[in-house]
């Protein structure tokens, strides 16, 4: 099932949005079809898609990665969620134990994983990992879906520790220059170095950390 035809969703309608096999087979792959729904999920996936576009400023297919099609996957497996090849893998047993609002938590789970799928990562040069992980979840994040676990602004031990400290950090370099991680993952296109922070905002990428913790007064993890 692919419903990626849907007038106000025209921007996707050269990429298929796909929820393979039969998630029913599994508790959370139940719960998955009976409290998140397919038809959500897949219009989640596109929604995503649009988003991501936007916030990277990717308005041609020629700022885009050429991908066709993606697929998710509701697997039993340990963890969270992946995402290798265009395809997402979330885990049926993370689903299935999740206490919370579980398609509001999914919903944000496949924002960040969706990111995967569209940013670029150096193209073959050494990139931190968290700040990989970090683009993802400030995506997450600009989309209204940060889990209420996530540190407070100011908080964690470096900029690249990743994820949800380095998706903060990322929100406040955004927030000196509109579009800085836009601008950021463009670059990243074609390679990967911290000198980008500087090309960008005019200061290396540790004394903007330095000056964000400042900001928040706070140097506790």
Same mark, same amino acid.
């Given at each position: 099932?692919? #419903?990626? @035809? +849907?007038?106000?969703?025209?921007?996707?309608?050269?990429?298929?949005?796909?929820?393979?096999?039969?998630?029913?087979?599994? #508790?959370?792959?139940?719960?998955?079809?009976?409290?998140?729904?397919?038809?959500?999920?897949?219009?989640?996936?596109?929604?995503? +898609?649009?988003?991501?576009?936007?916030?990277?400023?990717?308005?041609?297919?020629?700022?885009?990665? @050429?991908?066709?099609?993606? +697929?998710?996957?509701?697997?039993?497996?340990?963890?969270?969620?992946?995402?290798?090849?265009?395809?997402?893998?979330?885990?049926?047993?993370?689903?299935?134990?999740?206490s919370g609002d579980?398609?509001?938590?999914?919903?944000?789970?496949?924002?960040?994983?969706?990111?995967?799928?569209?940013?670029?990562?150096?193209?073959?040069?050494?990139?931190?990992?968290?700040?990989?992980?970090?683009?993802?979840?400030?995506?997450?994040?600009?989309?209204?879906?940060?889990?209420? #676990?996530?540190?407070?602004?100011?908080?964690?031990?470096?900029?690249?520790?990743?994820?949800?400290?380095?998706?903060?950090?990322?929100? #406040?370099?955004?927030?000196?220059?509109?579009?800085?991680?836009?601008?950021?993952?463009?670059?990243?296109?074609?390679?990967?170095?911290?000198?980008?922070?500087?090309?960008?905002?005019?200061?290396?990428?540790?004394?903007?950390?330095?000056?964000y913790k400042v900001?928040?007064?706070?140097? +506790?993890?």
């Amino acid at each position: 099932m692919a #419903h990626n @035809n +849907t007038p106000l969703l025209q921007a996707t309608t050269a990429v298929q949005h796909i929820i393979a096999g039969r998630p029913e087979t599994t #508790h959370g792959g139940l719960r998955f079809t009976t409290e998140i729904g397919l038809e959500y999920g897949e219009q989640i996936l596109i929604s995503a +898609t649009n988003f991501i576009w936007n916030i990277f400023q990717q308005n041609t297919d020629t700022d885009r990665k @050429n991908i066709p099609q993606v +697929t998710l996957f509701i697997d039993d497996m340990d963890g969270v969620a992946y995402t290798s090849n265009d395809e997402i893998h979330v885990s049926a047993n993370y689903v299935e134990k999740y206490s919370g609002d579980a398609k509001r938590e999914i919903t944000g789970v496949l924002y960040h994983e969706m990111t995967h799928v569209w940013q670029w990562d150096g193209n073959g040069e050494v990139v931190p990992g968290g700040l990989i992980e970090g683009i993802a979840d400030f995506v997450r994040l600009k989309a209204g879906y940060a889990p209420n #676990h996530w540190v407070k602004p100011g908080r964690g031990d470096r900029w690249d520790q990743g994820y949800d400290v380095t998706a903060r950090f990322l929100d #406040h370099c955004d927030g000196l220059r509109n579009g800085f991680v836009a601008e950021l993952n463009k670059k990243m296109r074609s390679g990967y170095s911290d000198y980008f922070f500087v090309e960008l905002l005019g200061k290396t990428v540790d004394q903007l950390w330095i000056e964000y913790k400042v900001k928040h007064d706070s140097t +506790t993890t």
